[in-house]
C-alpha cells in the first residue's frame, strides 16, 4: 500500500490529502483503487451546531460547506502518478 500527502500551497496543516492506494478484488480480478482522506477544519462546539440547526431547517449556501486546496507546481508528478494508477483498469492477478 502506498501513500502521498499533499499540502496546500498556502502551507496550513488544515488544508491537506492523503492519497492511499490500493487494489479491489472482483471476480478474480484486481482494480486500482485510491482513497483521498482530506482533512477537516477544526471549528469551535458553537459554531458546529449553528450550522447544524440550520442544516436541520433546510439552509443551504449556494457556495457549499468547504475549504480551499490550492494544487502547486510540485503536487504534479504525484497528480500524474495517480491519474497513471487509476487508467490501469485490470492490474495483473
Given at each position: 500500500?502506498?501513500?502521498?500527502?499533499l499540502v496546500c500551497e498556502c502551507n496550513s496543516t488544515e488544508h491537506q490529502i492523503i492519497?492511499?492506494?490500493?487494489?479491489l478484488e472482483d471476480?478474480?480480478?484486481?482494480y486500482p483503487m485510491c482513497y483521498a482522506h482530506i482533512h477537516?477544519?477544526?471549528?469551535s462546539l458553537w459554531r458546529r451546531l449553528k450550522y447544524s440547526i440550520k442544516y436541520i431547517f433546510?439552509?443551504?449556501?449556494?457556495?457549499?460547506?468547504?475549504?480551499e486546496f490550492i494544487?502547486?507546481?510540485?503536487?504534479?508528478?504525484?497528480?500524474?502518478?495517480?491519474?497513471?494508477?487509476?487508467?490501469?483498469?485490470?492490474?495483473?492477478?
Open positions: 500500500m502506498k501513500k502521498d500527502l492519497l492511499i492506494y490500493d487494489e471476480d478474480g480480478k484486481k477537516l477544519s477544526k471549528v433546510g439552509y443551504q449556501s449556494r457556495y457549499g460547506a468547504f475549504e494544487f502547486n507546481s510540485e503536487d504534479t508528478p504525484k497528480l500524474q502518478e495517480l491519474v497513471n494508477y487509476l487508467n490501469n483498469k485490470d492490474l495483473e492477478s
